[in-house]
């Protein structure tokens, strides 16, 4: 049998897809919170990376991994006040903001790396901590599935539960109904009497907070260290996914799902005669590629109408 | 039964100057169906956003249930129990029945959405006023009727006393409509209060008990509906004193120039807005199309002008087939186009005046060479154009956003007949604008009108139309219902009814 | 006073933003460094302190330039292409392999050169403007992510193609001598290419103000269904704004190559097109406005250096200082308050002019 196709039907292959799509999978949430309050937010590669800084850094001085996950997530708060503050009091575009915060992002995480590591690469030289990793009971000695579904880290539990809070959030509280309406018709919920930038701003720490968590998965889980600008486009291949998924948890997680498919193919690709940098390339063309059809029906279905 | 509502005075000038109200005072008794009626710009839905709180009024005061109170916000009108249904509604399309109903006031269990009882009140509600919605439907899903049906809950719920409907039929089948009505009597019954803007005359005598006539600013009278009759009200209306002068028609016999033929087109809601119009346009003549807003008149000009596409039809110039023809392609054929909203379409108001002038010829030789603009003659162009047209500039170069209403529109008036037109498509040519430009406005076309074009006159002021037309179409519905040549004597009176959809005469052409 | 704040309102609020940004820096250098004193002296001064420190702030202020104008372009148009990123870097890789793979005379191999980067940028831009164009594929995410592609794209083509083996590091062959841009000032490595970049903000100038596709440019920009209803092609303003954008990002890259390091070396994108955007909301997309801001900026990018070199103070802290600055500008409500205070005290002083006359 052909080694890859033989690798992609081992369920080490369904492990790695999960193991990679849990960063995406929090960042789609992320921007699927804002997008569904009408203002999108595209400083998650930034939150991403910023919280990834500081779990780590707070983990590794304090030994204690609540405080590194509360930092890591205050700071992805911190970020999104930042945005929701320029965008909804100064009026700044959210977009022009965005591109901003994910810029200071990048520079004050090198920077603060070089102060408390002096590297401007990697953590590796301090000892941070990690998440931990789970067995689940009785799944984990059912084959193949075990294999797929048990031992992951704990946050990728979490991003699977998050598509639940996220559906619950949106779907059963009165923060995700005035959500939703303040982004569908804002007129229609002040004319009720909603604030409607007190609800944009809730929903810009939301994105906040799921950024956060994708941020600290990436050097607290997925790798143990924080290296400079590691998270490498996944806070706009999050832009894309939750698109793609029309900002609804089902299509949010498909959408998540398909990207990890296209990363993890990428990484067994790697063991192939393939040059690495073709592998790397995938995910992103494979973000244009969908974005495109996504693009190409929705013009046609509007002009069916 | 007592007053409910009373206001006294009320004064509302809007930034652009416009004086919407000029001291309107009123009163609605209690559990009554009252109408208001009157022309656009009559000022009636302004008088209605500032009981509920969308605008407010320079003077004036509130009265409700005998008290004074202060609307500042539509929440401080729904607090009060004063509710309204908009023309375009207020609904999030989207979301469901009941939480569009619920939202803002939605029942809670714990930190959750009670769904339970968010369905139950919804139901009670429903049940109540006899008003029957399918609750767990999406709002996108529903006919117009069902989600009209959902505004009122939506007032209902919030227990509101007070109810304005704005032009609530002007969306409605004649099926729906009579459903409305019926439930508008159910909530009579039940105590109350309705207040019902249209201009559809036989509806408001079919359902109101007193009727208000407003009529530039000012309300008219006021009287029981059992006293008018629709002639009266369309007089009242529309047939004031008549204090212009008709621009007599050019007596040179002119050719058939332009001509539209069949056009229908579907809007983006799927609703058939133009069925089949068809109309010849002549040189020497301006052809008026009166109709009230919203009968597809927007439409149809941005067919005629390339800017859509319509479902069916033919657009002629000088025999020669031009439909679905690019803009500039259009515009080659020397056809000018007034657009209806200038801020939208006439200008780039960051832009300066020249840029603004130049839009449709910088790339002709006099303006340009094979790539770069040819900056002093757009210059002298556009000074020249600044002082035939007499607008009030610092300079050529300053941005149109510094300019009145009134030169901006002389900006697109003056970039529009100076191309030497054949054909203009003037939409609007003259709103919001003051009576100087106006009044130049006026002139000008019809120095266009003797040098040989043919003008089609869109607008919604009735006035404009009997001053210039020479021929006039009324438009009801996306159907060109009356034609009629303009002679003396004609007035708003005999338009009226057409355009009120109480008459009809196809095949008059 | 209040007329001379009212008329030059922009440049004030330009002004204030970056003074609080370097308000921001001084305090952090502060509080980090050891030595704040020497810190600060070299934040300022540092770009001063020899011939070729200067000549690095011009070295540097020309790509940041080109990147500036070729975001400029869509951006007038209401494009949001911040692609020029990887245009600089895909167009660098290809036309280095063009330039280690082919020998002419250099009158010939030097044009040559650049037209094969414009045009392997243009390539790169017309992607994202005809997606845009025929079915409205949001620009701004499928050039974030072209960004990505031409990373790797560039990488595969240098490591596997053109790679000088007998390099130590992961570089490309050295370019023939007859494809460089030579250095004519002592002691600095100011190239033919800086020359180039001065061609280039007149002829961006010349484009977006004194030409028709310029005009067309800035209409569709400003009010697209004004430019629709005038006549103006829309459809093709939307996909050349962003082609003519990708060729000058780029020259942007090739002349870089060119002009200073002669090979392709490098192995991550060298910022340039984010720079590029940065300068072009400082600048408000003016191209004269806009390079002054990009020696600005390569200005504090060499403090950066210097600061890396001489003190404990990381040369991070100049994108902290860039992004403080475009939070600043894009905010529109920033200092509006004060502005209106300043309205309406004029109009109030005018008033009381003009009444004792009528």
Known sequence: MNPLLKSILSPSFGFAILRVMTPILFASIGVAFSALAGSINISLEGTMLISAFFGVIVSAFTKSLTLGLISGILAGIGLASILAYFHLKLKADIILAAIALNMFASGFTIFLLYIFAKDKGTSSSLKSLVFPSIQIPILKDIPILGEIFSGHNILTYLALLSILIFFIIIFKTPLGLRIRAVGQNPDAASSVGINVNKIKFYALILSGIFGALGGLYLSMGYVSWFARDMTAGRGFIAIAASNLGAHLPLGVFLASILFGILNTIAIYLASLQVPSEFIQMIPYIATIITLTIYSIQASRKKRKL | MGVILSVKNIVKVYPNGVVANKGVSLDVEEGTIHAIVGENGAGKTTLMKIVFGIEEAQEGQIFFKGKRIKIKNPYDAIKNGIGMVHQHFMLAQDLTVYENLLLGIEPKRGIFLNTKEAIEITKKVSNDYGLSVPFDKKIKDLPIGLRQRVEILKALIRNAELLILDEPTSVLTPQETEVLFNTLKTLKKSGKTIIFISHKLKEVLEIADKVTIMRDGKIVVTKDAKELNEHEIAYLMVGREISFERIPPNDKQGEVIFEAQNISFINEDNVKVLKGVSFKLKSYEILGLCGIEGNGQTELVEILTGLRRPLTGKILLKDKEITNLLPREIREKRVSHIPEDRMKDGVADRATVEENIIVDRYYKKSFSGRLLLKEKEIENHSNELIRKFNILTISSKNPVSSLSGGNIQKVVVARELSSNPLIIIADQPTRGIDVGSEELVHNLLKDARDNGAGIFLVSADLDEILKLSTRILVIYNGEIVKEFINHEGLTGRDLGPYMLGLKKEKDNG | ?358
Request: aromatic letters at 14%; a positive charge; charged letters at 15%.
């Open chain 3, 1 to 358: 006073m209040d007329k001379y704040i009212l008329k030059y309102f922009n440049l004030i609020r330009t002004i204030i933003a970056i003074l609080i940004g370097v308000f921001i820096c001084i305090l952090i250098i502060f509080i980090i460094s050891k030595d704040p004193q020497n810190g600060l002296r070299y934040f300022f001064l540092g770009p001063f302190s020899s011939a070729g420190r200067i000549g690095n702030v011009i070295e540097m202020a020309s790509p940041i330039i080109l990147c500036g104008l070729a975001i400029s372009i869509p951006f007038q148009a209401e494009q949001f292409n911040v692609g020029a990123e990887g245009a600089l870097f895909i167009a660098a890789a290809v036309t280095t392999g063009f330039g280690v793979s082919t020998s002419f005379p250099k009158i010939i191999h030097i044009p040559l050169m650049v037209l094969v980067a414009g045009g392997v940028g243009a390539i790169w831009g017309f992607i994202p403007g005809i997606l845009k164009a025929k079915w409205k594929a949001n620009e701004l995410v499928i050039t974030l992510m072209m960004n990505y592609v031409a990373l790797y794209l560039s990488l595969y083509i240098i490591n596997f193609h053109f790679r000088d083996k007998k390099a130590g590091f992961l570089v490309s062959y050295q370019l023939p001598k007859t494809a460089w841009f030579d250095q004519f000032i002592k002691n600095t490595r100011i190239h033919y290419g800086v020359l180039l970049t001065i061609v280039f903000i007149i002829l961006v100038y010349i484009l977006l103000y004194k030409t028709k596709l310029g005009y067309e440019i800035r209409m569709t920009g400003m009010n697209i269904n004004f430019a629709k209803y005038g006549g103006i092609n829309t459809f093709k303003v939307i996909v050349l704004s962003q082609v003519i954008g990708g060729f000058i990002a780029g020259i942007a890259g090739i002349s870089e190559v060119m002009g200073i390091h002669r090979r392709f070396n490098w192995q991550g994108t060298p910022g340039y097109g984010w720079d590029g955007v940065v300068v072009a909301i400082i600048g408000r997309n003016h191209p004269i406005l806009l390079a002054f801001a990009s020696i600005f900026i390569a200005y504090l990018r060499v403090s950066g250096q210097v600061l890396n070199l001489m003190t404990d103070v990381p040369s991070e802290i100049v994108t902290i200082f860039e992004s403080i600055i475009i939070l600043l500008i894009t905010a529109e409500a920033f200092l509006t308050q004060w502005k209106y205070k300043i309205t309406l005290r004029e109009a109030e002083k005018r008033e009381v002019k003009i009444e004792p006359a009528s």
